[in-house]
């Protein structure tokens, strides 16, 4: 199912998506679209101008927001030049210089950038010889369930049941406690590296540091043929998201039930009714299953000692 846009706005969105596609440009996206169309709804907009306070409404006091201040600005910016470059009037924007820690654009990888980094990771030698086991499944795990990586650092072997295919996160940076679910293909990759391993029921999984497992995936991007500003592990997450949702939607799920569920199983904190997210996780534990399997069909050819994962 297609995202459908419902705004006064609606058919410049899917113009904005058909010129990018068009001139081959980095492609906005859809998610943060679907965003900015919410807002539109949310202020019953009528006409088609954007307004000064439309421009920083939207950017500092959308509260049903799905994306962060800066996401808010980048496509809001955006899609006023674009309606200006195509002839709109009454259209109000200006540059804002944010704080450096939220200069940014996050790079969304795809699965083909994910196969070769991956395969990067496999092959690398490492000065110990445990990280050559822990770093492929640590960046599979980032990648396939969209986990912080301050989360994947703190699983303990306890926290991770192989009958429910299940992880326990418990007390995250938003300080929610939740289950994440993996794939079938990640299940094997987590039995063999438990084979290897050995670990105790107290023992945490990953024994690398934010900065070194940060250090290692730099090293390894620099050396492809990836464009992107910075290089940073969160961009693991966003692109879980993004992927997520797309497949969600896909699915015939609807957009805002697709949001309300991917925010429950990121561990974020603005859904309003505990009771119907609750409800929502055990709808649609399957999709979000079934989503990972066919997200990354080939991302597990093997890991270390050949075992072959699906």
Not at 183 to 202: A, L, P, R
Request: charged share 30%; aromatic share 14%; with cysteine.
């Amino acid at each position: 199912m297609e995202i459908k846009y419902k705004s006064v706005f609606k058919n410049d969105i899917k113009d904005i998506i058909l010129y990018e596609k068009a001139m081959n440009f980095k492609h906005s996206n859809k998610l943060y679209l679907y965003d900015l169309d919410n807002y539109f709804l949310s202020v019953n907009k009528k006409n088609k101008n954007i307004t000064e306070e439309d421009f920083n409404n939207y950017i500092y006091n959308f509260k049903s927001s799905t994306i962060n201040t800066h996401e808010r600005y980048l496509i809001m910016l955006k899609f006023c030049k674009f309606l200006i470059r195509f002839g709109n009037t009454n259209i109000f924007y200006e540059e804002i210089n944010f704080d450096n820690n939220s200069l940014f654009q996050p790079h969304i990888y795809t699965e083909e950038e994910m196969k070769k980094i991956l395969l990067a990771i496999d092959k690398r030698k490492y000065g110990n010889h445990k990280f050559s086991y822990e770093y492929p499944v640590l960046f599979r795990l980032l990648y396939s369930t969209g986990l912080r990586i301050s989360e994947a650092l703190n699983i303990k072997y306890n926290n991770i049941d192989l009958d429910d295919n299940s992880i326990n996160i418990i007390l995250s940076k938003e300080n929610i406690s939740r289950k994440i679910y993996f794939s079938k293909s990640m299940k094997k990759v987590i039995i063999k590296y438990f084979k290897i391993m050995n670990f105790n029921d107290d023992d945490y999984i990953f024994t690398t540091t934010k900065q070194n497992a940060l250090l290692v995936f730099k090293n390894i991007v620099k050396r492809m043929d990836i464009k992107t500003d910075s290089i940073r592990l969160h961009d693991l997450r966003h692109s879980f998201s993004v992927i997520a949702f797309d497949k969600l939607v896909k699915k015939n799920i609807e957009p805002e039930e697709a949001l309300l569920y991917l925010e429950k199983f990121m561990g974020h904190s603005n859904i309003s009714s505990t009771e119907y997210y609750l409800h929502m996780t055990d709808k649609m534990k399957q999709e979000i299953i079934d989503i990972m399997k066919i997200q990354h069909p080939d991302l597990y050819p093997k890991i270390k000692d050949g075992v072959d994962c699906e």
